[in-house]
Nanobody, 125 residues
Framework: QVQLVESGGGSVQAGGSLRLSCAAS????????MGWFRQTPGKEREEVAS????????YYADSVKGRFTISQDNAKNTLYLQMNSLKPEDTAMYYC??????????????????WGQGTQVTVSS
């Protein structure tokens, strides 16, 4: 089992920045895909960014490319999402997720992974 706890959400004006953190604990051994997702009421959960913890390969949704950066600190078992130039459409609940050990990001089935409780990000215009 892996436990994930997100932090760093909040309210910010458009153009501002936030950094989300996701602290992982439990059975964290093994390289895996970890990602950030977001969801707004009435919409499906959207994959925002993901990273292969064994080598740092990353993926970004087109809507956040050039503005968001996903990173990891393996020593601290922590995943980050640096969000710059925030827009009102970035408003959502943001979730951290961890995939199955040794499965690459392309082979990860997120519904079978581990999820945090989410942190709210609100961007006002």
């Amino acid at each position: 089992q892996v436990q994930l706890v997100e932090s760093g959400g909040g309210s910010v004006q458009a153009g501002g920045s936030l950094r989300l953190s996701c602290a992982a604990s439990g059975d964290t051994y093994g390289s895996r895909c970890m990602g950030w997702f977001r969801q707004t009421p009435g919409k499906e959960r959207e994959e925002v960014a993901s990273i292969w913890t064994g080598g740092g390969g990353t993926y970004y949704a087109d809507s956040v490319k050039g503005r968001f950066t996903i990173s990891q600190d393996n020593a601290k078992n922590t995943l980050y999402l640096q969000m710059n130039s925030l827009k009102p459409e970035d408003t959502a609940m943001y979730y951290c997720a961890a995939g199955t050990p040794w499965r690459t990001c392309s082979g990860t089935w997120w519904p079978s992974g581990y999820w945090g409780q989410g942190t709210q990000v609100t961007v006002s215009s």
